[in-house]
């Protein structure tokens, strides 16, 4: 079975393979300095804040001593990032190479320590707003849009209402993750049931990153588009800002970040605001932190019973797809873990890890402080029915026979030995199995040999 | 004694409680002003804060006769509008931190003298780990604590015995104590809770740079500690304070029952109850006299 693996790959790939001079506008936003410093690996953290205040630059050799040797792997992945963003400056002198941090780097951190960082907006005052959400009230808006938007996505009949984004927006978001065959109905790809199991943060990022790359065509600048999305993460949660504040291109996106459920838009008498989410700010926590903090829903037992206590479409197609979902009532989704639904489930590309990561992390908080949260009988045998899918393994191969000489058959399955590719040969009866890839090798050599 | 056992660490999130000593009598006379240092600390307290979304910073002030909470970011209280994510550059820190020396000067004033003028360490490292046990219990999910001790007021042998159960308990939660001595003398008391949990201690030779020396060594959280280079203790004071008249003594006498330590020999342990035999230098004249009176 391939193994497909989406990568939802980090904000930041994005954000260092723009041009230079864009890095630097960039770096005079002290929040993107802040949210780009929060997703560098915990070691180059330690370096760019020890060298906040180090105005000559520091040699590699000094930067290697703050390093024990156990970390020097780890050292060089974080001074290549650091690299990667353009944060450290690389100087050549003739003898060795030394690095100093980004000037306008340098400056917006130095000022967002000491001053603070004001957003370029603030929210709106109490009395001209009709009536703020809750914060329940919010939480539930933002899920029931990215729930309906991940529907619409899988093209599922189950979504009530469409969001407004346009169909080609759609397709290229499918793109990967739906494939569509003539006359058939559209099917999700391994790549799409993976994309279910994720976190929410993270199929958040991969749509985001389709979003933006796909935004240089529809003529918004790409530099900008990541400056909104980073401001945002900083704001508050629950409050209110102008819409007023926005540039064009923002306002543009706006609207499309309220179907995704990053923010809510509202209309007063005068003005219209937009609240941003839960979702909006939690886009700054990089993508290691991967527990994430959510109410789970999903209640295990050893007898491979699942019990949801949830009432979303969304979480029924995702049980779907590998448990066998007996009773639907208005708030439990009954369902049971058979060896036919989940080996529909790996041949489907799921793999048990994913499976058992998913039941894990969406744990009801009833079960989720008992460990295992999930009782190990189930996760075990969920790995045991995987690999019986797997007990043979196929390597393609030819077959020798009828050899000349007894010569002439050790030369062969010497020199097929040499090249790593004997996979099994019977000395007495002079028979062997080889690996297709030095086949047609052999051949020349046994020619060789006539 | 050896040191904590250490904890697989999975990311960097830290919540780090940081005890603020604010003695009035240490810091009239040190070379660095209270104002200086205050500025140094607020700004390693916005970096930590700004190293990842799910920090936390706990401040108790060390004062000379109590101690207090100042300071907690993660309480509702600090979403101020106008510094969204700073909270620690608003004024109601500052302002917490002068209500509690007007407080603490007042109750100064009935004091006996004739005390070092010790700031009441064991109270805030009490409070703190007070703390940290409440965070244990909230739930599952919470980040990594440790204690950080910004001390420069010398030791005060009177709490000797509190605040080796303190660091005790503090082993035993697996919660490192780091301390920064920024006064003239060396700090047993701050140097033996570094060792024995687990922790870093560090006297910086040039307090105009503290910021530095705190953001290289004592930003480090406990992920990182593994493969960065720290500074390693020295040498220990290991000396320990008499359980009788809380002097520091070098050789003394020790319960076998409950290891209480005394300058001078006892008939009964204060602290167990256990009757001890009689003292070696006594047995020894004794049989001498013994040995004395055959022979005339």
């Known amino acids: 079975m391939p193994q497909v693996k989406i990568i939802a790959k980090n904000f930041m790939d994005m954000v260092s393979s723009l041009p230079a001079i864009k890095l630097d506008m960039l770096y005079r936003n002290q929040f993107i300095c802040e949210a780009i410093l929060r997703s560098l690996p915990p070691l180059a953290k330690k370096y760019v804040l020890q060298m906040l205040y180090i105005d000559a630059p520091v040699t590699s050799k000094s930067l290697q001593e703050w390093v024990l040797a156990d970390g020097s792997s780890k050292h060089k992945v974080a001074v290549d990032r650091l690299i990667q963003l353009r944060v450290f400056e690389v100087i050549d002198r003739k003898k060795e190479t030394a690095y100093k941090l980004n000037l306008t780097f340098q400056t917006s951190l130095r000022k967002h320590l000491i001053y603070g960082g004001t957003l370029p907006r603030e929210p709106m005052p109490p009395n001209v707003i009709a009536r703020l959400p809750t914060s329940e009230e919010l939480d539930a808006y933002a899920l029931e849009q990215w729930e309906c938007f991940l529907l619409q996505l899988i093209s599922s009949g189950q979504a009530e209402r469409s969001s407004s984004f346009s169909s080609s927006m759609m397709r290229i978001f499918q793109r990967g993750l739906l494939r569509q065959r003539d006359k058939e109905a559209a099917r999700l790809t391994e790549s799409g049931f993976q994309f279910l199991l994720m976190d929410t943060n993270a199929q958040l990022w991969y749509i985001i990153r389709e979003y933006i790359t796909n935004s240089e065509e529809q003529g918004v600048d790409q530099a900008d588009l990541i400056a909104f999305l980073l401001e945002l993460s900083f704001h508050t949660t629950g409050e209110a800002y102008n819409l007023d504040t926005l540039t064009d291109d923002q306002a543009v996106m706006i609207k499309d970040l309220a179907d995704l459920g990053l923010v809510k838009l509202q209309k007063g008498r005068k003005d219209s605001w937009f609240i941003p989410t839960k979702l909006a700010t939690n886009l700054s926590v990089s993508l290691a932190d991967t527990t994430s903090r959510k109410q789970g829903f999903v209640v295990v037992e050893t007898n491979f019973r699942m019990y949801s206590y949830s009432s979303s479409k969304l979480h029924t197609e995702i049980l779907r797809l590998f448990s066998r979902v007996e009773y639907q009532l208005p708030n439990l989704i009954v369902g049971a873990m058979t060896k036919e639904s989940l080996y529909n489930a790996f041949e489907n590309g799921i793999t048990a890890d994913q499976i058992v990561t998913f039941l894990q992390q969406n744990a009801h908080p009833r079960v989720a402080e008992k460990v295992p949260s999930v009782p190990e009988n189930v996760t075990d045998q969920i790995r045991l029915w995987e690999s019986d899918l797997k007990r043979v393994e196929m390597t393609p191969s030819h077959f020798y026979d009828e050899f000349p000489s007894r010569d002439v058959f050790e030369a062969a399955s010497d020199f097929a030995r040499m090249h790593s590719g004997l996979l099994w040969e019977d000395a007495k009866k002079m028979r062997m199995v080889v690996k297709a890839e030095i086949h047609m090798l052999m051949r020349e050599h046994l020619r060789g040999q006539k | ?296």
């Open chain 2, 1 to 296: 004694m050896a040191s904590a056992p250490s904890k697989l660490y999975a990311d960097d999130v830290s919540l780090v409680v940081v005890l603020l000593d604010t003695n009035p009598f240490f810091w009239s006379s040190s070379s660095l002003s209270f104002s200086q240092f205050l500025s140094h600390v607020l700004a390693f307290f916005n970096a930590i804060l700004t190293l990842n979304q799910l920090n936390q910073v706990v401040v108790i002030a060390t004062g000379y006769n109590s101690c207090d909470y100042i300071f907690d970011s993660a309480s509702d209280l600090n979403r101020s509008f106008e510094n969204g994510r700073m909270p620690v550059m608003s004024s109601s820190l500052l302002q917490k931190l002068e209500e509690f020396l007007i407080k603490d000067e007042q109750l100064s004033k009935e004091e006996p003298e004739g005390r070092i003028k010790s700031s009441l360490f064991l109270g805030s490292l009490s409070m703190a780990l007070c703390y940290i046990q409440r965070v244990f219990r909230s739930g599952a999910l919470h980040p990594h604590p440790r204690i950080l001790c910004l001390q420069g007021s010398p030791d005060g042998p009177e709490q000797y015995v509190a605040i080796m159960n303190a660091i005790f308990s503090a082993q035993r939660s697996e919660v490192p104590i780091d301390s920064c001595y920024i006064g003239a003398q060396n700090s047993a008391f701050l140097q033996q809770a570094s060792y024995i949990t687990g922790g870093v201690h560090h006297k910086p030779q040039n307090l105009d740079g503290l910021f530095q020396y705190l953001m290289t060594i004592f930003a480090t959280d406990l992920h990182s500690r593994s493969f960065i280079h720290l500074p390693k203790p020295v040498g220990v004071d290991f000396r320990a304070s008499c359980f009788c008249h809380k002097n520091t003594i070098d050789m003394g006498y020790v319960c076998s029952v409950c290891l209480s330590i005394f300058c001078k020999h006892h008939k009964k342990c204060s602290t167990c109850g256990s009757v001890f035999g009689q003292a070696q230098s006594e047995a020894a004249s004794a049989s001498d006299k013994k040995r004395k009176t055959p022979e005339t």
